[in-house]
T-cell receptor, first 113, second 115 residues
Framework: QKEVEQNSGPLSVPEGAIASLNCTYS??????FFWYRQYSGKSPELIMS????GDKEDGRFTAQLNKASQYVSLLIRDSQPSDSATYLC?????????????FGTGTLLAVQP | DARVTQTPRHKVTEMGQEVTMRCQPI?????VFWYRQTMMQGLELLAY????????DSGMPKDRFSAEMPDATLATLKIQPSEPRDSAVYFC?????????????FGPGTRLTVL
């Protein structure tokens, strides 16, 4: 089992719809979670971080965390063609001297005009 | 505006040659990470430093890869000798790591092609 799992997609949604991206993780003691957006040929860009159970909203983006289910998701409201990218979920592995991110393989989102 | 810089952006070399990639982290950040990204493996952590001290290089092939941080403004990743399987995009990221907060900001990457 991979430490961080994402559906590779592509996830295709029409413009204006809600895109829902999901991620599960295996390390029960993980405390912080991040979503990165990566356009083709570019570097990952941090778009959301979440540390507590529940929802965190930032503009059109909402991150949702459920530690009991080991599940984190990203909702993108009013999806735009410019949101088309690969979305990487990252989970922090923290312990002792170790403090590093474990990345999923990403979900490719395609927003259709 | 503050950002991580990496040089070179592109590198084409022949098998057996030495490759050195450089990274300037964001001023004030205390952690620096080196990642490699390929289509097959995704984003893999190679090594990272906190306050310039190497903390974990378990993801790095030790026989040919080395990572150093000679000062707070420069991190290097060296491959010697390079092999075709090293062809990938290498990213440097920096952050200010404190407790569970591990937000990392990525540089533009070095696209390496080993022929």
């Amino acid at each position: 089992q991979k430490e961080v799992e994402q559906n590779s997609g592509p996830l295709s949604v029409p413009e204006g719809a809600i895109a829902s991206l999901n991620c599960t993780y295996s390390d029960r003691v993980s405390q912080s979670f991040f979503w990165y957006r990566q356009y083709s040929g570019k570097s990952p860009e941090l778009i959301m971080s979440i540390y507590s159970n529940g929802d965190k909203e930032d503009g059109r983006f909402t991150a949702q965390l459920n530690k009991a289910s080991q599940y984190v998701s990203l909702l993108i409201r009013d999806s735009q063609p410019s949101d088309s990218a690969t979305y990487l979920c990252a989970v922090n592995h923290y312990g002792g001297a170790t403090n590093k991110l474990i990345f999923g393989t990403g979900t490719l989102l395609a927003v259709q005009p | 505006d503050a950002r991580v810089t990496q040089t070179p952006r592109h590198k084409v070399t022949e098998m057996g040659q030495e490759v050195t990639m450089r990274c300037q982290p964001i001023l004030g950040h205390n952690t620096v990470f080196w990642y490699r990204q390929t289509m097959m493996q995704g984003l893999e952590l190679l090594a990272y430093f906190r306050n310039r001290a190497p903390l974990d290089d378990s993801g790095m092939p030790k026989d040919r890869f080395s990572a150093e941080m000679p000062d707070a403004t420069l991190a290097t990743l060296k491959i010697q000798p390079s092999e075709p399987r090293d062809s990938a995009v290498y990213f440097c990221a920096s952050g200010f790591s404190r407790d569970f907060n591990n937000e990392q900001f990525f540089g533009p990457g070095t696209r390496l092609t080993v022929l």
